[in-house]
C-alpha cells in the first residue's frame, strides 16, 4: 500500500463513524485513554455533523462529499486530508490551514497543505 492510499482502520471506533453514529462515536471517544490514528481513513459521503474532532489524526483522509457542517478541526491534524465537495459551513480548521488551501481542496480536490512554522 503506498502512503496515499485510503485505508480500512480496524478499530470499533472507526466502524462507528463509518456507520454515521456520532453520538456513539462522541461517548467512546471521551471514555477512551487513547485513540486509533484515522490517517488516510475513508469518510466519503458520510454524514459527520456534531463530531467531537479534537485531538483526531485525520491526516491524508478523504472527505469527499461528507458533510462536515460545524465541526470544530482546530486541535486535528488535516495535513494532507481532502474534502472535495465537503459540505464545510460553520467548520474551524487547523490554523496551519491557509484559506487558499481549503478552498483548493474544497473545489478541486487537492490535498491541503500546512503553511510553514514561522
Do not use: W
Not at 456534531?50 to 469527499?64: E, I, N, P, T, V
Amino acid at each position: 500500500m503506498g502512503t496515499d492510499a485510503v485505508r480500512y482502520i480496524k478499530d470499533p471506533l472507526y466502524e462507528t463513524l463509518r456507520q454515521e453514529d456520532i453520538a456513539a462515536f462522541n461517548a467512546e471517544k471521551s471514555a477512551r485513554s487513547e485513540l486509533p490514528g484515522f490517517a488516510h481513513g475513508d469518510f466519503r459521503g458520510l454524514d459527520l455533523r456534531g463530531l467531537d474532532a479534537q485531538g483526531l489524526d485525520l491526516s491524508h483522509a478523504y472527505f469527499r462529499g461528507a458533510d462536515l457542517r460545524g465541526i470544530d478541526f482546530s486541535q486535528s491534524s488535516m495535513e494532507g486530508a481532502s474534502i472535495a465537495g465537503a459540505k464545510i459551513s460553520g467548520c474551524f480548521f487547523p490554523h496551519r490551514l491557509e484559506a487558499e488551501e481549503i478552498l483548493m481542496s474544497l473545489n478541486h480536490g487537492t490535498r491541503m497543505r500546512y503553511r510553514a512554522q514561522q
